[in-house]
């Protein structure tokens, strides 16, 4: 698609800032009014449309299709969007380990146990760890409470923990690269232990790497993405 506006900039509607493209404000996919609730998210989704050339390049509006998510998607039924995140804290990849006399499991006791010792301590939480790859169920109180922290984020935060979440494979490690502070390299890191063990072992594949740095791009991505919605 050819660009077809000139001048890009963020009004104040109502509680919140939309995006206008030579005055006129931008709609969601679902055609409603896309109003978010800073002015560093509106800024930074200007900055996409700013940054676009005489073509537009779809793949480059990575905040505006979280939006749009967020409040076609999510704001009409945050129970589901609530509901189709809870599975990855039943199966949360720092849970499942690997036999404990393996070297492997070494690695992820130093790596993965303060993590998960640390959303214990901040969600008063207790998860089971598992060796081996045989299913095993979390407490029912343990899923009630990160049920319960869920509920306490809006739609945009929800929207953004479903990126961080389904790429880390991890509630625990999707939750934590939304909050304020983050360490998300440290987290990253974390998510792709044993991929990277594997590297260590048999070699480096190019293609797995470039993989793996357009993931590392869109977690960090969704976490600011998250960072900008609280302004």
Not at 22 to 29: A, E, Q
Not at 135 to 144: F, V, Y
Not at 165 to 186: C, F, K, Q
């Amino acid at each position: 698609m050819k660009r077809f506006y000139k001048q890009v900039a963020v009004a104040r509607e109502g509680e919140g800032y939309r995006v206008t493209l030579d005055g006129r404000g931008i709609r969601t996919v679902a055609r409603q009014p896309q109003i978010v609730p800073s002015a560093a998210l509106a800024g930074a989704m200007a900055a996409e449309w700013d940054g676009q050339g005489e073509e537009i390049e779809p793949a480059r509006f990575v905040f505006r299709d979280m939006a749009d998510y967020a409040l076609d998607v999510v704001a009409p039924d945050r129970a589901r969007a609530i509901m189709e995140l809870l599975p990855y804290g039943e199966t949360d990849t720092l849970c499942y380990r690997a036999e404990p006399d393996e070297p492997l499991a070494a690695r992820q006791r130093e790596v993965w146990e303060p993590l998960l010792a640390a959303a214990e301590a901040r969600h008063g939480v207790r998860f089971q760890r598992v060796a081996g790859i045989i299913h095993k169920p979390q407490a029912g109180e343990t899923l009630a409470a990160l049920q319960a922290v869920l509920e306490g984020l809006d739609a945009f935060a929800l929207a953004a923990l479903r990126n961080t979440t389904s790429l880390a494979a991890s509630l625990v490690l999707g939750i934590e690269a939304i909050l304020p502070d983050a360490d998300l390299d440290t987290l990253w890191n974390a998510a792709n232990l044993e991929e990277d063990w594997q590297a260590e072992l048999w070699g480096k594949d190019e293609e797995a790497m470039a993989r793996r740095d357009l993931r590392r791009g869109a977690f960090i991505a969704a976490a600011r993405f998250a960072g900008l919605s609280r302004g």
